[in-house]
């Protein structure tokens, strides 16, 4: 492997081997031994769009296994001045960065770099099409705390249609095992009944009925999905997760959350911080599981 583009297509092996090795970084970390398996790598962190988690767990991911790392700015950078992303790519290439870890507002966007250059290249979310890392700090995250995820239902509720985190979650999730629901108001699952085993939900409580695990989404308004809705309050009373929704699911069922949340959206805040939330956990998966992939790309681990 030497990109993470997708999630899909990887096979369920290697998947399994992320994960371990996600375990593994995030003990060698707490004990403060991270391996300096990327010492001889420079990464570029290259966020086109908006990000908090996704950028600094990179960031901190890359100087953990010791790479050198340099954050490609892009407001001050010549991106202003009309720069392409492929010459942007190169230029980054011929000062002596070997990854690049991309985030870009169109889909597609780090296979063009991939292609068009010599840089190993991580895919941090290509507009609505795929998150790799995101979907595989959530399978972990849920994979410890259901115990497994065969045979586990699992509903991701809200923006489908626009969430790059759905689809690489139906990938990723489906290729371990889980059962998987979406849910939403028309516009936000059209589509989805023709996924291969992907049920689709048209109310909230039919769609939380026997969850082993629910997964809500942010409203995608930078994607134009406002115009898929009467309004956001409309949508937050009719599809908007509160522990007394929750109660539908299966005793004690998780919530995930890829963040940013938007409390009193797409769920309350009593939800978001509620015993059931796996938010922070996520958060806290991001490093080490993001840490398993530059090893990964990078060939420094078996
Ligand atoms: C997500 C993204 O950017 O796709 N955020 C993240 O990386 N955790 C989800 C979102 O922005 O809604």
Sequence with gaps: MTHLLD??????????RLLELAVEMREARAARRSPDLLERETIATCFYEASTRT??????????????TVDLAIAGSSVGKGESLVDTMRTLERTGVTVAVLRHGSAGAPWLVARETGLRVVNAGDGAHAHPTQALLDALTLREALGTLDGARVVIVGDVAHSRVARSNLHLLGTLGARLRVAGPPAFVAGFDAWPGVEVATTLDGALDGADAVMTLRVQLERDAGSGI???????????????RLERARPGAPLLHPGPTNEGVELSAEAAN??????????????????AVLATVCGAVA
Aim: avoid cysteine; glycine fraction near 10%.
């Design 230 to 244: 009467s309004s956001v309050a409309d949508y937050a009373r009719a599809w908007g997760i509160t522990p007394e």
């Design 55 to 68: 950028r600094v767990s990179f960031e901190l991911a890359a100087k953990a296994l010791g790479a050198t």
């Design 274 to 291: 509620g015993p059931r939330s796996l938010i922070g956990r996520q958060v806290e998966n991001g490093v080490p599981v993001r840490m």
């Design 7 to 16: 999630v899909d297509g990887i096979p369920r092996p290697q998947v399994e």
